[in-house]
């Protein structure tokens, strides 16, 4: 299949679900949708085997903004395809994608340890990357992030 019957076939597949398409570059196309349609567009890019999820990418658009935004990124072939879902910075849920695509469970882990976010219906929400002993409540990926707060030392290494 061409990269344009590509680009053909995704439009018709999300056209009727999304909110907006855009197409940013000649292989790429983001579309943005509400939290409440991630698995009904999930699964119908999935559907088929016509893409698979390669990575999801949170971003925190600072508190002026009030937003966060969550980037869904499936590949068909040549053509990357780019979910955005856009929540309240304040109360950041998204449904998760695992009942859908399994392997997602590690980038759901990611989300929620760094940024905050709560997924619901993800199968494990066990840490990744920080130490048991992090502070609850501090996201290492959010904007007002600072290091230097008293509480964010939890230990040193043994070796010093």
């Known amino acids: 299949m061409s990269l344009e019957e590509r680009i053909t076939e995704a439009r018709a597949r999300l056209e009727p679900l999304v909110e907006s398409i855009e197409q940013p570059a000649p292989d790429r196309i983001d579309a943005t949708i509400p939290a409440d349609k991630l698995l009904d567009v999930a699964s119908a890019l999935i559907k088929d085997g016509w893409s698979y999820l390669t990575t999801i990418t949170g971003l925190d658009l600072g508190v002026e903004a009030g937003e966060m935004a969550f980037l869904y990124h499936f590949s068909a072939g040549a053509l990357l395809v780019t979910l955005r879902v856009h929540v309240p910075r304040s109360e950041p849920i998204i449904p998760s994608v695992c009942g859908i695509i399994p392997t997602a469970t590690l980038y759901e882990r990611e989300l929620m340890e760094m940024f905050g976010v709560t997924i619901t ?13 992090w502070p609850a409540g501090v996201y290492p990926l959010r904007k007002d992030f600072d290091p230097s707060q008293p509480e964010i030392v939890v230990q040193k290494d043994a070796a010093e």
């Not at 219906?121 to 002993?133: K, Q, S, V």
């Open 121 to 133: 219906g993800t199968p494990n929400t066990e840490r990744l990357f920080l130490p048991e002993d």
